[in-house]
């Protein structure tokens, strides 16, 4: 399988031991995962995405193709545009936006024109919920999560782009999901990094009333355990998971 969600970099709120693509590597080689989509944990809060973007693929190159790009475009960013082609033919796999962090609200034009012009370039758009449980962080981070209407009103733009939403919650999915066309709801895929198995079964129930083609395979490390996923995954009932992880595998 592929992680579509890993991180390399500090991260301003609290200490993460070796978050450093070496070790990522050797992460994804116990897991048995064959590669991973990789973000730049500080770029998210710079002002200026572009110093951050060159680190991560600095960083990556010694490890390429087992990781994978993703940086951060940001389009209230002068020159975007042309940094995310720029990008794009450096071997970006997707790029990863924060309309949260940037003050961006639900259905803002901004973001539906870098979803547009990424699936120009056939590139998804990766958004992340959360870092942090809001139980958890610190007292200066009053950042809000990405609510499920910033995704509603991206997957109704009918831009072209994947999205793909990461550490978001049951309800958040369920949300999302359901507030969705047929249509629109094929657009959107989310990864399990933050959803509970047993005994509440999260997962499993989602798996069975929203399909598991809607999912993806995501860990989010090194901000959590890569085993969380991957424990989850083993502790389905045996009708859903031989069906899961035929899915995940033919897709990573």
Same mark, same amino acid.
């Given at each position: ?97 924060? =309309? ?43 950042? =809000? ?108």
């Amino acid at each position: 399988m592929l992680d579509l969600n890993t991180f390399i970099g500090s991260y301003p709120w609290r200490h993460l031991p070796h978050p450093d693509p070496e070790v990522l590597v050797r992460v994804l080689d116990r897991e048995g995962c064959r590669g991973a989509w990789v973000g730049h944990l500080p770029t998210a809060f710079h002002r200026d995405p572009a110093e951050g973007n060159e680190e991560l693929f600095k960083s990556l190159a010694p490890h390429r193709p087992t990781l994978l790009p993703v940086p951060v475009v940001r389009p209230d960013w002068p020159g975007w545009h042309d940094a995310l082609i720029a990008l794009a033919d450096r071997g970006a796999v997707a790029i990863r936006a924060y =309309p949260q962090l940037w003050g961006m609200a639900p259905g803002d034009s901004r973001l539906a024109e870098l979803a547009r012009r990424s699936a120009e370039l056939s590139l998804s758009i990766v958004l992340t919920v959360r870092f942090e449980d809001l139980r958890q962080r610190h007292p200066l981070d009053s950042t =809000p999560d990405l609510t499920a209407a910033h995704v509603r009103e991206l997957a109704r733009a009918g831009t072209g782009a994947t999205i793909v939403v990461t550490a978001a919650s049951r309800e958040m999915i369920e949300e999302v999901h359901w507030g969705l066309t047929p249509s629109e709801r094929n657009t959107v895929r989310y990864d399990f990094s933050w959803i509970w198995g047993p005994p509440a079964d999260d997962l499993s129930h989602l798996f069975r009333t929203i399909g598991p083609h809607h999912f993806v395979y995501g860990s989010m490390w090194p901000l959590r355990l890569t085993q969380t996923p991957r424990a989850n995954l083993a502790l389905l009932e045996p009708d859903v998971a031989g069906a899961v992880l035929s899915m995940l595998g033919t897709r990573a």
